[in-house]
């Protein structure tokens, strides 16, 4: 199974950060950053169009290296340039190569809210989160017991991050709907077997709790998926494959938009 073996490899790594950096110091570096809102950013950008939470995104376990070439603060300037609500980076390194220090160079080099991608499994991770000038974080509800996802809601709002919640079945949904976060995501793609389709959002649109932000993950890449998503009920898009694969994904974002608000 894909998750597991990702969250186990997750676990031994935050277990070396932990005896290598005390949480004192992370809290230390945590105290210098203000998070920025990014459910109220992307809310804000969705009154008045398509919110894109554009994901800096160098590679992944089922389509391997996606950008060769990949500079952070640059891709993130890029994007934010190119009118995305929201960033979200990626800092697995094993299956992702992202990293930390991406998340942080991204994060300084623009004024919109930065989400951490990553697996979490440790409250220590949070606390990295901010450190490292993160705004919000994740929670894959697949990949969480109950308790867990209670645990690490909690500590994300003591560190006063946003916390964007993941499911892509109706079982999931059931099991966080009540957890109060600041946004809710449906991904398409299949976390078990990497399968991705669109309809896993249409089919869980309606159940989302209402007072959220509703993200759709996954699997977007054209005109006619944006519409189509935005039609079923909701706010924002989380888009990242179809960007980092063209030469300049700052254009692709613009070309994406611009018939985007005249046509929605």
């Known amino acids: 199974m894909h998750l597991e073996r990702i969250l186990n490899r997750t676990r031994h790594t935050v277990a070396e950060r932990k005896a290598a950096t005390p949480v004192a110091a992370l809290e230390r570096l945590a105290a210098e950053h203000t998070p920025r809102g990014f459910a109220s950013a992307l809310r804000a950008k969705a009154a008045s169009g398509p919110a894109i939470l554009a994901e800096l995104k160098k590679a992944s376990p089922s389509k391997g290296l996606i950008r060769p070439e990949f500079d952070p603060p640059a891709l993130a300037r890029e994007l934010a340039g190119a009118g995305a609500a929201a960033l979200s980076v990626l800092t697995d390194e094993p299956f992702f190569q992202g990293s930390l220090r991406n998340l942080e160079l991204a ?48 500590a994300a709002r003591r560190y006063e991050l946003d916390v964007l919640c993941e499911v892509h079945t109706a ?42 932000v509703h993200v759709a993950e996954s699997g977007i890449h054209t ?9 079923a009920g909701f706010h924002a898009f989380l888009i990242g494959e179809s960007l980092m694969r063209q030469s300049s994904p700052g254009a692709a974002l613009e070309a994406l938009l611009s018939p985007a608000d005249a046509r929605v």
């Open 107 to 154: 994060s300084a080099a623009v004024a919109i809210p930065c989400l951490r991608k990553d697996f979490m499994v440790d409250e220590y991770q949070i606390v990295e989160a901010r450190a490292h000038r993160a705004d919000a974080i994740l929670l894959i509800a697949a990949a969480l017991t109950d308790a867990e996802l209670t645990h690490l809601n909690a």
């Open 171 to 212: 079982e999931e949904l059931d099991r966080v709907s009540a957890l109060g976060c600041a946004a809710y995501g449906v991904n398409n793609r299949d976390l078990t077997t990497f399968e991705v389709r669109l309809e896993t959002s249409l089919a869980l649109v309606e159940k989302l709790p209402r007072h959220a």
């Open 223 to 231: 005109l006619d998926d944006l519409n189509r998503l935005r039609e």
